[in-house]
């Protein structure tokens, strides 16, 4: 009895069931339905930055879309927020501000959009914002921070970005209260040369941090580029060429200024303890001579002093000068040319003789020797060449001063 029961129950399910198949696919296949927070695609936006008015879409959060659909059941139950598609197509809007515009629906392909039928839409047209697309110019400002360590210099022309500019583009309100990109740098320390890349930050004038969320730029990053050199001081000296009885114990020399500032690397300062200026012979110093010498410094080390040329005297002490006259009899032709004859054109010489006082008294015209060397002379004809002065040995530490030229007439041997 009680199986009986149980199988009449369940035969009036089955029967129940299949009544409602029936109904719905043939007695009453028509359904409504409504499908909730469609996503919205937009489309044609790459192409707003092209328009003869450029625009940039400033709507972030695009509203969903609610569809009342009609059709039939089986194909309405297919349809769900993932699988139906709508499109606002943007291309064609020319203006800034709010627009309202219309979108497009689709449907999975497998579904015939002629047997559906849309009974609402919410909302009924897709609601955006645009703002006109701005492009300029920014220059990149650095700012530093801390210092190098002492001793260490960085000039303007030492530094180096590989962006001085940066190209910016987005909505006008934003481009617009942008006025430079800003890196900083922390010198705290340094001593070596360095060269880095920074992210930047945009600007108002100010220095104020802006928002760049919707701003497009040219370079993410500028590298900076700093020469770092170090600096020295280093004395200023001559170089002396003792002779014409003048040395390096007998003359003052005055050099102003004394030392001059130099910047470089470790490497090129290594070893630079002091600068020559250049060499004076003393033997052409009669008394004193003032002159300026330039500046000249080796490669890689830079003049921060901002002295290009240094004034010089050398004045001699404690020697004085006395005039002899040399007969041509004391005047030696050495080295002749073979073949050659020499003759001696020049008759007396004046020779100006520096020393002691001592020495000078004690000097003669006699004691006083010319030498003139030929060596060297292959073509007959006058030569005019600078004689060698010799002095006996007592009078060690005298010599000429200015030395005359001589005159030689060399002519072909018979």
């Known amino acids: 009895m009680l199986k009986n029961k149980f199988f009449m129950i369940l035969l009036s399910a089955v029967i129940a069931f299949g009544l409602w198949v029936y109904v719905v696919t043939v007695i009453s296949p028509e359904y409504e339905t409504t499908i909730s927070d469609i996503p919205v695609t937009i489309e044609g936006e790459d192409l707003l930055e092209y328009k003869k008015i450029p625009l940039v879409l400033m709507t972030e959060d695009v509203p969903k879309v609610s569809l009342k659909l009609y059709g039939n059941r089986s ?30 629906i689709s449907y999975p392909g497998h579904i015939n959009e002629n047997e559906i039928q849309v ?31 002492e001793g260490y210099i960085v000039d303007k022309s030492d530094v180096t970005l590989d962006h001085e500019k940066v190209s910016i583009s987005g909505p006008e309100s934003a481009v617009e209260n942008i006025e430079k990109a800003t890196i900083e740098v922390d010198l705290e320390g340094r001593t070596e040369s360095f060269s880095e890349a920074y992210r930047y930050t945009l600007c108002n004038g100010q220095g104020d941090p802006m928002d760049a969320s919707r701003i497009v730029t040219n370079a993410a990053e500028v590298k900076h580029t700093m020469i770092i050199r170090k600096v020295k001081e280093i004395p200023l000296r001559l170089n002396l060429i003792e002779g014409g009885g003048a040395t390096a114990d007998t003359v003052d020399v005055l050099i102003e200024p004394k030392t001059i500032r130099v910047a470089g690397s470790e490497a090129a300062l290594e070893g630079l303890d002091e600068l020559v200026l250049g060499s004076i012979d003393l033997s052409k110093i009669s008394t004193m001579t003032r002159l300026d010498m330039d500046v000249v410094l080796p490669t890689g080390v830079t003049n921060i002093s901002g002295v290009s040329k240094v004034g010089v005297i050398v004045r001699v002490k404690e ?20 073949k050659m004859k020499a003759t001696l054109v020049s008759q007396n010489l004046t020779v100006t003789i520096r020393g002691t006082q001592e020495q000078l008294d004690a000097l003669t015209a006699e004691d006083i020797t010319v030498k003139v060397d030929l060596s060297g002379e292959t073509k007959k004809g006058m030569v005019t060449l600078k004689p060698e002065i010799l002095l006996p040995e007592q009078f060690q530490g005298a010599g000429s001063v200015n030395a005359p030229s001589v005159s030689v007439e060399l002519t072909e041997e018979k």
């Open 119 to 149: 009974q609402s839409r919410d909302p009924g047209r897709i609601t955006l914002f645009f703002e006109r697309l701005v492009r300029k110019e920014v220059p990149v400002e650095v700012i530093y921070t801390g210092a190098l360590a």
């Open 75 to 104: 194909d309405l139950n297919k349809l769900t927020n993932e699988n139906i598609t709508i499109r606002v197509d943007v291309a064609n809007v020319a203006e800034p501000g709010e627009q309202s515009l219309n979108f497009t």
């Open 319 to 338: 020697r004085q000068t006395k005039t002899f006259v040399v007969t041509q009899e004391q005047i030696q032709l050495v080295n002749v040319p073979e």
